[in-house]
């Protein structure tokens, strides 16, 4: 209720311990529930169309439905709080948050299959940053260079709640975020180079090129996620509650 959305759905498989639905009022960024996401060593799973386990990923993560257009104002929000001992994982990329494509561009990273998204939010080298991926080649050969953004230090985001949105502006070519309700990215360029059929919003745990990792230092570390308040809408004030005290929460 009150998100924007109508369902979150995870497409894959997953195990007990991925998930959990808490009712906790006092540790919730606001409203009685929040969200426990838990991924270990192994956690890769499929569908009829991917395999996270022949693709060198691994994830637990939720896709809201329903999708949107690539027209006007998009944003997104939600809030974040790491585990006390939650760790980015050395050369592996972990995302915490991503702006998807459906019906986009496909190509190939570190030789594998690849369907980039527009935005990840990764936790990577001490911080967490908004990735936005810049496409370029073909739609069916996409070249992807990720450019990064620093929101906050990792340090800083262990045990409290972190509040992130991200607003995609088509019509006047901007993508915008604000962490904590300070805005502290502007990118005035297109937040697309190829045209989606639509766009949709995911949160989890997604990390990509394990082997990075696991092929010198052996099984990945646990990471553990806690996400409340997941909004969609067409403005800042849709989908922050810094800038809009008034949002009712998210259960």
Known sequence: FNSGFKFHK??????????????????????????KFE?????????????DCDNDRQRIEL?????????????????????????????????????HQHGGPSGKANRLSSFPPLIQIDAR???LYLNWHKLSGSKDNVIDESEYHKLKLLRDM??????????????NKKIDAWVDGNKVVEIFKSPIFFEPESIYF??????????NYTLFKGETPTQIVYYDEVRRGNSIEDVDI??????KFVD
Not at 242 to 247: A, H, R, T
Request: net charge neutral; hydrophobic share 25%.
């Open 10 to 35: 995870n497409f894959m498989s997953q195990k007990n311990h991925n998930f959990s639905y808490i009712k906790d009022s006092s540790q919730a960024r606001a409203g009685d529930y929040y969200q």
């Open 39 to 51: 991924l270990r060593d192994g956690d890769c799973f499929g569908d009829e169309s991917w395999n």
């Open 63 to 99: 896709s809201s439905r329903p999708n949107q257009p690539t027209s006007g104002k998009q944003c997104y929000g939600y809030s974040l709080k790491l585990s006390n001992e939650f760790t980015d994982i050395r050369k592996v990329s972990t995302t915490l948050g991503q702006i």
């Open 125 to 127: 080298q001490g911080g």
């Open 158 to 171: 262990k045990g409290v709640w972190t509040d992130i949105s991200v607003c995609l502006d088509f019509e």
């Open 202 to 211: 995911k949160h989890g745990i997604y990390q990509s090129f394990i082997s």
């Open 242 to 247: 810094n800038v809009n005290p008034n949002l």
